[in-house]
């Protein structure tokens, strides 16, 4: 009769026990709006800063009349601009893009919110070319310089933001004004041989050169010689010219 009532005790503590734990907790997911024209954060799959630190917006008014090849980067993989020629006529800026895909009907200069307010004539849609990709033509404010772009998906029916970055450093040198570019008579720099910090940018990351590089400046122009971290170079290529290893 005692183990009856000890088992009975105890049965009745592991009720109550149970019965008055916490209940557990359930993690809570944002889910997104289906019936919103621009897609929220949740449906991003992550968003690169294209932006690099100490760029100064350059705008068309340091450039010349003309087409030019240009690099662009985009904040977002699912983005992507493989092709892109530069026009700048009297100051002003327009692009052509080439994209890596088709899976975009229209782009506008500005966030998803603002493109989805704005009237259909103003969302800027693509031409076909010949192989089957899709290129957009847009206003470019600056270079180097983030500038936004809302792409509106085919399949998913919204607005996705974008931020797009035209490189200033792609451009070819006969793309600048003489006066945007610096030259030793710019500088006051006399025939002589200077130190300059240099920087390499871009590639895998493995090669470097040393900084700062020796600088010879004679009958005004100038000359770098620039010492890399690995013998495996036979050349390299700045501006489209060849220069052979020594």
Known sequence: MRKKGIALLLSLWLLLTVGCSQEPSVEAHSVPDESSPVASG??????????????????GENLKNGTYPI???????????VHCELTVLNGEMTAEMTMGGTGYLW????????????PETDWISYTQQAD???????PVE???????????SKKKEKWYDRTLLFRADSLPLDAWKEDAVATPDSLGLEDGSYWVDVALEGGSGR????????????????????????????????????YNAE
Request: hydrophobic fraction near 45%.
């Open 42 to 59: 949740s449906e991003f799959a992550g968003a690169a800063d294209v932006v690099e630190e100490g760029m100064e917006p350059i705008f």
């Open 71 to 81: 690099t662009v980067d985009s904040s977002s993989s699912m983005f992507r601009v």
């Open 107 to 118: 782009v506008f200069p500005g966030t998803g919110e603002e493109a989805a307010a704005a």
């Open 132 to 138: 089957g990709s899709h290129v957009f033509t847009v």
């Open 142 to 152: 600056a270079l180097d310089q983030g500038l936004p772009c809302a792409a509106f």
């Open 207 to 242: 090669a470097s050169v040393d900084s700062p590089a020796k600088l010879t400046i004679r009958n005004g122009q100038a000359e770098a010689e620039l010492l890399w971290s690995s013998g495996n170079y036979d050349y390299m290529k700045v501006d489209g010219v060849q």
